[in-house]
């Protein structure tokens, strides 16, 4: 349980942050207390409102000084819990927001935490560069957020994780210091990497206030096709193929269900069934090149061959953005053409690509077994392993019986993506979800390395503190 936040600390808080920098109002603090799913609703005694970074280093100095918890949120677009304080301060990013450089010739962007990821695709857009990572919540998702988290998306298979994409960051550690590292360089060899420390840290090594974004060159050439499989092995047989013909031009390879389809068909408003007949399974392929004309020809080498094999039993191709961004919004609501479905259990997990295959037969079979008329709604990123495999009950089933069996039933997914040996969570973290879940899996090794890690740099451990070891 947190312990309340005494009177004079919230004294010195709002005296440091002044007008504007502090709410404590409840109809301007609830948005933040709920995560987007409904599963967890928070609590918190004071929003901390920062615009600088040293009015981040003034708030977490005085908190730490005070032994007092917080926790750090960005756009509230978190799938694990972990932005959702039960009782702390509640330092919200949102006024960071500046876009402190662009430099076309360095390729790099610097942005504050609170900087959209939409926000930074425009800067980038503006000086012919882009940041490739893409995520369907781009809109709310922050810069903080996504780096504090190690988002994945759906461009991975090409650009790396959030990870891969961050050259440098600036930070408030747990005692109030800052840290500034916001270099630019693809080379430094002078010791341990602190902003890899920070980045998937879920907030609990410091407060990320900016970073510097690795910036790569607009594409002269692009093709997005949605196609029609049989099977998943079908789908991972022609990813192989993919990857082969087109040299590394493969940007994304993303795999759904005709379930998850119909969702979408059923739920969001405008969506169009992509083929003209319904397939058992569905793959977004996007290609692209600096070469122009490369991506369509390579496109139309693989559907060919893909088809002439059997692999593909159908597919389009999109002719206009206005016709890929349509492809792609089947797959980016994949997620909220769940919500009116009723109670789903969200699995995050990543396996081997060659036992994703495995892993979907494997998992469905104990799903039916363990949950009998469950309805599962399997997509995500074939290219690089992770996929969210949601399990939702029964077509007019009860709600609460299926979700009181959502421990048990997760426990068997993760049970199997052990064994193949994946990770329970591949791009969300944590957080408050699987934090206690985590240990089941991990080695007793990594587990302590973790915890001395947290105990050097947060010895009272105030940030973030229901999350991770």
């Not at 610097?110 to 930074?120: F, I, N």
């Not at 959502?406 to 994946?422: Q, Y």
């Amino acid at each position: 349980m947190t312990v309340p936040v005494p009177s004079d600390v919230l004294s010195r808080l709002k005296a440091v942050l002044g007008e504007g920098g502090w709410s404590t109002d409840a109809d301007r603090i609830a948005p933040k207390l709920v995560e987007w799913r409904d599963r967890w609703v928070g609590t918190t005694p004071f929003l901390a409102l920062p615009k600088t970074t040293e009015d981040v280093a003034a708030v977490v100095g005085i908190c730490f000084e005070a032994g007092v918890p917080i926790t750090t949120q960005g756009g509230n677009t978190g799938l694990v819990g972990g932005q959702i304080p039960q009782g702390e301060v509640l330092l919200s990013t949102e006024r960071l927001r500046a876009i402190r450089d662009l430099d076309a010739f360095d390729d790099v962007l610097v942005a504050e935490a609170g900087v959209t990821l939409a926000a930074v695709h425009e800067a980038a857009a503006g000086a012919n560069r882009r940041f490739p990572l893409g995520l369907a919540s781009e809109g709310s998702a922050t810069v903080g957020g996504f780096v504090s988290t190690n988002a994945g998306g759906t461009q991975v298979l090409r650009y790396g994780m959030a990870r891969n994409l961050v050259l440098g960051l600036e930070a408030v550690l747990p005692t109030g210091e800052v840290w500034n590292g916001l270099k630019r360089l693809r080379k430094d060899n002078t010791g341990y990497d602190l902003k890899q420390l920070l980045i998937g840290a879920e907030g609990t090594l410091g407060v990320v206030t900016a970073a510097a974004l690795k910036l790569h060159p607009v594409m002269a050439s692009r093709a997005v096709a949605m196609l029609g499989v049989g099977s998943p092995e079908d789908a991972i047989r022609l990813l192989a193929r993919a990857r082969e013909e087109t040299g590394g031009a493969v940007e994304a390879f993303e795999l759904m269900a005709r379930i998850g389809v119909d969702f979408a068909l059923r739920n969001i408003a405008g969506t169009r069934d992509p083929l003209a007949e319904s397939h058992p399974w569905y793959v977004l392929a996007e290609f692209a090149s600096g070469e122009p004309g490369s991506a369509e020809a390579a496109m139309e080498r693989f559907l060919t061959s893909g088809v002439e094999d059997g692999l593909i039993r159908d597919a389009v191709v999109a002719q206009s953005d206005v016709q890929a961004k349509a492809l792609w919004a089947i797959r980016e609501n994949q997620s909220p053409a769940q919500k009116p479905e009723g109670a789903t259990w969200k699995h995050d997990v990543a396996v081997p690509v060659s036992q994703v295959a495995v892993f979907l037969a494997e998992a469905t079979a104990a799903m039916q077994a363990f949950a009998p008329g469950c309805r599962i709604a399997a997509f995500g990123h074939a290219g690089d392993g992770n996929i969210h495999y949601d399990v939702l009950r029964p077509d007019g089933g009860s709600d609460a019986e299926h979700a009181a069996k959502r421990d048990e039933g997760s426990r068997k997914v993760h049970d199997i993506v052990a064994r193949l040996g994946g990770s329970i969570s591949a791009e969300h973290g944590l957080g408050a979800m699987k934090t206690a879940e985590a240990l089941r899996y991990k080695s007793p090794v990594e587990v302590a390395a973790m915890r001395a890690i947290r105990q050097a740099l947060d010895p009272k451990r105030i940030m973030n503190p229901r999350v991770l070891f």
